[in-house]
């Protein structure tokens, strides 16, 4: 078997061209590279073998497109623009506004930024090391500092100019990386000593009056064919995330002849083609229905985040889906992913994360898994919570169906009304909610909720733990009744790691 190297071409934003897209695609053909793909931040992957790895190369150099090999030395600058219009309205950030800020970034930085709208969830706001959040105020925009290699992230007290964004995103990429030692994996690096650095003071800033506070996450259907306005749009997904070369040439061609100037790549490998007019639908129906494209897929499918060129992480994402498919669990609000490699980031408010036991010369043997959930189940917080550890593979469905409902305890408890009743005692006040407490087990973080008894054992809901027989054990590791933890419902297996 031939070794594959991998090309990787960068679409600023995610914004791709039909034209241009089309000739890489061409140059595809002639390297025999049947299948590509898209990336977490909206790039384009190829897989070619070594003997045609020369043919590929020479054919971009001559269409004049960057790209780079085995490497990802220059992240790309990933964006909301493919929800502009159809997931996200009534905002100051158009088309116009992205397209501007693109063009003005006429340097490819080594670090990563995220150009988000505020008003949307489908982008990853804070994945990026210089992240600017629209803000509410007409061509204003928040800033976030996530230093590179650490869990640290600074909110900029000031907000910035639109016309200043690519300018000061390369003022501090260049200050950064003249510091390493200040501000690269370096726990303690300071978001304030970094602007004192910011010595230019001709930017335009308004100080912001509050914290930004980013929407909770939701995230759109992002496929099939979809009227918005008085026009369509096309979501395509992959379950392998792959895309075949013949497909997306014709669907090239028919953006070009139906004068559609842009395919979008989203953080989730898909693509999204706007501005479909009605009077185009049966071309598109038609190339569906040649390729035998299938759309419409369950939502709990769609809501992974996968590695990039990882096929271990996408076979366990199918063997995940397969078994919230079997139990129709609901799984919305939520999003699931699959981390297999140690330097990779993976946004998720619940993180399945692969793990050898024994590691020897670089190679892993014998993996287990762990579940971790965001702080607060925010995927804008970094992972670092444990739900569940070291799990073997046939263990793992159940464990996270059980963070799926602790999830939706915790947003539950949360959300709860408290509701004034008469009463002659004292009232409590109104942010004093009464604890609710669940039974769990300190080994394999299963958990026995009274309310819902244990069916498995037979034993009826509104059973009181205390009336439960001695003899009892976890239903899932057999572990004894008195290794059951009484627990807070919001402290559910979250337990510092």
Not at 64 to 88: C, K, M, Q, R, T
Not at 181 to 191: M, Q, R, T, V
Not at 414 to 420: F, H, N, Q, T
Request: net charge neutral; aromatic share 12%.
């Amino acid at each position: 078997m031939n070794d594959k190297i991998t090309i990787k071409v960068n679409f600023k934003g995610g914004i791709i061209s039909p034209g241009d897209l089309y000739n890489i695609l061409v140059a595809a053909n002639k390297a025999k590279i049947e299948n590509v793909s898209f990336g977490l931040r909206q790039q384009l992957f190829m897989d070619v073998i070594n003997e045609n790895y020369k043919i590929l190369v020479e054919e971009l150099h001559q269409l004049g497109i960057f790209f780079e090999v085995n490497s990802d030395s220059y992240p790309n600058i990933s964006s909301s623009y493919p929800a502009e219009e159809i997931f996200i309205t009534k905002t100051w950030l158009s088309e116009g506004v992205y397209i501007d800020i693109f063009d003005m970034m006429d340097y490819r930085p080594k670090l990563k930024i995220n150009i988000a709208d505020s008003n949307q969830s489908i982008t990853p706001n804070l994945t990026g090391n210089i992240n600017w959040v629209a803000s509410h105020v007409q061509h204003f925009w928040h800033l976030f500092i996530r230093f590179p290699k650490t869990n640290v992230v600074y909110e900029w007290k000031e907000m910035l100019y639109t016309n200043d964004v690519p300018r000061m995103s390369m003022h501090i990429e260049e200050l950064i990386f003249a510091n390493r030692k200040k501000f690269i994996d370096n726990p303690l690096a300071s978001g304030d000593e970094l602007f004192d650095l910011l010595t230019e003071n001709n930017y335009i800033t308004k100080t912001a009056e509050a914290p930004v506070k980013l929407p909770g996450f939701n995230l759109p259907y992002y496929e099939g064919l979809n009227r918005y306005q008085d026009k369509f749009w096309l979501g395509i997904y992959r379950r392998d995330e792959m895309f075949s070369v013949s497909f997306l040439k014709e669907l090239c061609q028919i953006c070009l002849q139906t004068k559609i100037g842009q395919i979008c790549s989203t953080p989730w490998k898909s693509i999204i083609i706007k501005n479909i007019e009605s009077r185009t639908l049966k071309y598109w129906n038609n190339l569906l229905a040649k390729h035998l494209i299938n759309v419409r897929h369950a939502a709990n499918e769609l809501n992974f985040q996968v590695e990039d060129h990882c096929h271990e992480g996408l076979e366990l994402k199918n063997f995940l889906v397969k078994y919230l498919h079997k139990d129709d669990t609901r799984t919305f609000g939520i999003c699931f992913g699959i981390k297999t490699r140690k330097k990779s980031e993976v946004f998720s408010n619940i993180l399945v994360r692969r793990r050898p036991l024994i590691s020897l010369f670089g190679f892993g043997f014998f993996h287990v898994y762990d579940i971790l959930c965001a702080k607060d189940f925010n995927p804008n917080e970094r992972t670092g919570s444990a739900f569940s550890t070291g799990n073997f593979k046939f263990l793992l469905p159940e464990q996270l169906r059980r963070a799926i409902l602790s999830f939706y305890f915790y947003h539950d408890a949360a959300s709860l009304p408290i509701l004034k009743t008469p009463s002659s005692k004292k009232e409590k006040p109104v942010n004093e909610a009464e604890p609710q407490f669940v039974y769990q087990c300190s080994h394999c973080m299963s958990v026995y909720d009274e309310k819902t008894g244990d069916p498995s054992k037979e034993i009826p809901a509104d059973t009181l733990f205390s009336k439960l027989p001695s003899s009892y054990t976890c239903d899932l590791c057999d572990a004894p009744k008195e290794d059951f933890v009484k627990t807070n419902i919001l402290e559910l297996g979250l337990q510092a790691i």
